[in-house]
């Protein structure tokens, strides 16, 4: 019973320090980054009335992924700057955007 409580009192001492290991830096997560990118890109093209089938062949939108983002650790105002790798074909950018979460969602902010 004693080895029972012994374990248990150091279980529940190391709860804190789990949480704080479970919450990161507070920037997006590349997995967030890329569901935020693909969303500006879909909310871009809907706005603007483009899709596909609107566009001339020769004119048809490229293929653009993220490959790879990195945040700095520290928000100022809650805005992360975050840069993303980007791929087109053989051509490859890398560009910076502002991210700040809004009502639980991330959002690219013009900056």
């Known amino acids: 019973?004693?080895?029972?409580?012994?374990?248990?009192?150091?279980?529940?001492?190391m709860l804190p320090v789990l949480a704080l290991a479970a919450?990161?830096?507070?920037?997006?997560?590349?997995?967030?980054?890329?569901?935020?990118?693909?969303?500006?890109k879909m909310h871009y093209m809907e706005a603007n009335g483009i899709?596909?089938?609107?566009?001339?062949?020769?004119e048809k939108l490229p293929k653009v992924t993220v490959t790879d983002s990195s945040c700095d650790d520290?928000?100022?105002d809650g805005v992360y700057v975050c840069k993303l790798d980007l791929q087109h074909n053989d051509e490859k950018n890398e560009i910076p955007?502002?991210?700040k979460k809004?009502?639980?969602t991330w959002t690219i902010l013009d900056k």
């Open 97 to 99: 955007l502002h991210f």
């Open 51 to 58: 899709t596909d089938a609107t566009l001339p062949i020769e």
């Open 74 to 76: 520290k928000a100022v």
């Open 102 to 104: 809004v009502d639980g």
């Open 1 to 13: 019973m004693i080895a029972f409580s012994k374990c248990f009192r150091s279980t529940l001492l």
């Open 23 to 40: 919450c990161g830096s507070g920037a997006p997560s590349k997995s967030e980054v890329q569901q935020t990118f693909a969303a500006m």
